[in-house]
């Protein structure tokens, strides 16, 4: 089958980590037999961006690149410059017609799909944590969301990464069909040894994200302040970037655990997963997440986590293993790690691992996509 996959969201060598999970998904599709190309709707300042190499080569789609194995065309569109949009939109639809199955990734890919829809079955797969957290984003998105809401209606299927997101989504869309297809994290093998931290030694942290306001990481300083006035030596490293990292810096300077604090940056997937089995529990304060891919690696690499209650990490997280918090202060945090860290004492990194098994494996989700595209072209009157 020919999936043409359309996203917003995909790697370029400013932004790496962008749409990973895009290109996770488009793998796992073509390891099934489909032949998969990615349509990406790129920022103009983003094509800028591009190497030599971007320049591409024939292909069905035309002059494509690639990543990971897979073709790659990139068309300039501005979401918020409507003439981009209606450009991008005539060139998708002429490149549509060529598919077997339109499969749309991320919410803002759907407004080049606006005022058309394609002949063929048509799937949209959703991320995008303004949905379920919409005061997170700026006042135009806010007083436009009721509207661009309406999108989610018109595609054949809609997935949602977790039960949290799928609730408003099928709140839009009524009884027409909206499923429920994690993120794909595939768990390293072998699981890393650990070995729990005793009272006596430093508890070691780590949180992994974006550095913004939504994941609260000035919190998490916090935690690690109050972990220490209980008697625990604990230190944390910050792995991401973003606008508060000066805050960081400067609130564990004001409680005087600068010594205690690091920050990491930005790091591939293998840095990653160095980071976790160096680590004794992640913590992620979040003020609102949809799947929280980084809670879900850390359990997968053993490690248990305490993290914020909003979003559907809860429906993954086993208690024997990890914990939810729903206010955002630091004792709080603290008391749900002391409690954690009771109950996964005696359990190996492969039984925290375990807890989430093949769930989000690669297979699992193409196979759910698979089934998904059955119901979309049901949907459409199509036979496979």
């Not at 959703?126 to 661009?148: F, K, V, Y």
Request: charged share 20%.
């Amino acid at each position: 089958m020919r999936v043409l996959a359309v996203t917003t969201w995909l790697p370029t060598k400013s932004q790496p980590s962008t749409g990973a999970f895009v290109v996770k998904d488009a793998l796992a599709l073509a390891s099934l037999g489909h032949e998969v190309a990615l349509i990406h709707l790129a920022p103009p300042e983003q094509l800028a961006d591009l190497d030599a190499h971007e320049k591409g080569r024939p292909g069905t789609y035309g002059e494509t690149t690639t990543i990971e194995g897979i073709p790659v065309l990139r068309i300039p569109m501005k979401t918020t410059d409507v003439f981009s949009v209606l450009r991008a939109s005539k060139q998708l639809q002429k490149l549509a017609a060529k598919a077997d199955v339109v499969h749309s990734m991320a919410f803002s890919s759907l407004l080049a799909m606006a005022s058309w829809r394609p002949k063929v079955s048509w799937i949209h797969t959703e991320h995008w944590s303004g949905i379920t957290a919409p005061q997170t984003l700026p006042d135009i998105w806010q007083a436009a969301l009721p509207g661009l809401m309406q999108l989610l209606k018109r595609p054949d299927v809609v997935t949602a990464v977790c039960g949290y997101l799928a609730e408003p989504i099928r709140e839009v869309r009524g009884t027409a069909p909206t499923l429920v297809i994690p993120c794909i994290v595939p768990a390293p093998f072998p699981s890393p040894r650990r070995t729990p931290a005793k009272i006596s030694e430093e508890l070691r942290l780590v949180s992994v994200g974006g550095l913004i306001a939504r994941k609260d990481p000035v919190l998490a300083v916090d935690v690690v302040a109050e972990l220490i006035s209980r008697g625990q030596t604990t230190s944390i490293r910050f792995v991401g970037d973003g606008d508060l990292a000066p805050e960081i810096i400067a609130r564990a300077a004001v409680l005087e655990i600068s010594d205690k604090v690091s920050l990491v940056g930005t790091k591939d997937r293998e840095g990653v997963l160095r980071e976790y089995a160096d680590a004794d529990l992640f913590l992620g304060p979040t003020r609102g997440d949809n799947f929280f891919v980084s809670c879900a690696e850390a359990i997968l690499s053993g490690r248990p986590v305490v993290v914020g209650s909003t979003g559907g990490q809860g429906e993954y997280i086993d208690s024997h293993v990890g914990r939810t918090v729903s206010q955002q202060d630091a004792a709080s945090y603290a008391d749900a790690i002391e409690q954690v860290l009771s109950t996964a004492t005696n359990l190996s990194a492969g039984q925290i691992s375990d807890t989430i098994g093949d769930e989000f494996a690669a297979a699992t989700v193409a196979d759910s996509y698979d089934q998904a595209y059955v119901v979309a072209e049901q949907m459409r009157g199509h036979l496979r």
